[in-house]
């Protein structure tokens, strides 16, 4: 029997390999800096050389990209693939009247949008009453079944009972996450890694009411036990927090990354900074907002749009990592450099910038196999004209991308 199928094996033909692919653009900026006269070597789905001579195999494919520059595929940090623009469809409605598979079926076409922009990974921080949706969505990818980028999911993310939205005075309505408390929270969070999280979520802070501001919703001995739980599991936590007080309270409860802070304060920022507790500032989401509601763009910004600013600049001031993530769903999938151009124009130098959406990223979300060009990490990458450290809406104009050592855009 062994020799009848080593028979049958030797007739079959052998899986053809494909060639390495030199990638030739007119510089590299690797995750950290700009290169002159770089050039990249992928075999497979890895980069396996990147500098300025290399040892090409004579059997390489050569892709010119002149006029333009390499860079690692850009991480979104903080992505809803399963919402859409709240002023095409409120937030309420997409939760309360939209079902899941119609959720899932747009959700296809935001993940092809975010890769086709350059954004080869994203980190999806909530299905938002799509259960675990995400999850799926992830699986779908990674198979091959449609195109899209490499996912990290948070499932439903942990808000405190009665905090969160949508709300009802008539009936309990659907949540757009799953509430727990106090050593509910623990079995909330183990249930959610169990479901597929990747990362864990939680809401530090929210509005009890609408018209409320924002405040404290669980204690900080209740998230460090949900960050112990989630960390035992090896995943890292994100929380959600505007007040001082909440990103107090996460901070020293050991989270990883803190989405929005836009009422940070110069002490909470130093704390933030000493504990390296990451930032997410999601600049886009107010910026948007705002001109849903009727702003034009025009200075003076908003009193929101100022406050995200000034904590943005105490942030940086502190010396916090700055994670690039803008929230995106909030606006359109695809635009997800909108939050990039603000970072900028907020005071960020445009190498940071493209440091926090490439090799920042990666290091605050624990990514070691991506975010930079060098030899053996994911050929994650993306071309872009001209140079974007001095011409920084350069990423807005993608014109190749590879991912997994395959182009699934390619320069016209």
């Not at 940071?352 to 994650?380: C, K, M, P, Y």
Request: proline residues 6%; charged residues 20%.
């Amino acid at each position: 029997m062994r020799r009848a199928l080593a028979a049958l094996l030797a007739l079959l033909p052998l899986p053809t390999m494909a060639a390495p692919v030199l990638l030739v653009p007119d510089r590299v900026f690797d995750g950290e800096a700009m290169h002159e006269g770089w050039q990249v070597l992928v075999d497979g789905t890895k980069i396996v050389a990147a500098g300025p001579a290399l040892n090409v195999p004579a059997d390489a494919t050569r892709i010119a990209l002149p006029g333009h520059s390499l860079m690692p595929g850009m991480i979104e940090g903080h992505s809803h693939l399963l919402l859409h623009p709240y002023d095409k469809t409120p937030w309420d409605d997409q939760v309360l009247k939209e079902s899941e598979a119609y959720r899932v079926a747009r959700a296809t076409v935001h993940a092809r949008d975010t890769l086709m922009a350059g954004f080869t990974t994203v980190r999806d921080l909530g299905s938002e009453g799509a259960g675990t949706a995400d999850v799926g969505l992830k699986r779908a990818i990674n198979e091959g079944h449609i195109p899209g980028p490499r996912m990290i999911v948070a499932t439903r993310a942990l808000v405190a009972s009665g905090s969160y939205a949508p709300k009802n005075d008539a009936w309990h309505v659907p949540q757009g996450a799953e509430e727990a408390d106090g050593p509910n929270l623990v079995s909330a969070v183990r249930r959610q890694i169990g479901a597929g999280a990747d990362v864990v979520k939680l809401y530090g802070d929210y509005r009890w009411r609408p018209g409320e501001g924002s405040r404290p919703t669980y204690s900080q001995a209740e998230i460090a036990a949900a960050v112990a739980a989630a960390h035992d599991a090896g995943r890292p936590v994100a929380v959600h927090a505007n007040t001082a007080e909440a990103m107090r309270r996460a901070t020293m409860a050991g989270v990883d990354v803190i989405e929005h802070g836009s009422e940070g304060t110069a002490d909470v920022f130093a704390l933030m900074a000493k504990n390296k507790t990451a930032l997410c500032p999601t600049l886009a989401a107010g910026d948007a907002i705002a001109r849903y509601t009727g702003w034009n763009g025009q200075e003076p910004a908003p009193p929101s749009v100022q406050e995200d600013r000034v904590a943005f600049a105490l942030a940086m001031k502190a010396g916090v990592p700055i994670c690039m993530g803008g929230d995106v769903g909030v606006y359109a999938h695809g635009t997800n450099a909108r939050e990039m151009l603000l970072m900028a124009k907020a005071g960020m130098p445009n190498r940071d910038v493209l440091f926090a959406a490439t090799a920042g990223n990666a290091r605050w979300f624990g990514l070691a196999d991506r975010g930079r060009v060098a030899a053996g990490l994911f050929a994650d990458l993306v071309a872009v004209p001209g140079n974007p450290v001095a011409d920084l809406n350069a990423v807005t104009r993608v014109g190749f991308v590879m991912k997994g050592g395959v182009v699934v855009k390619a320069a016209q």
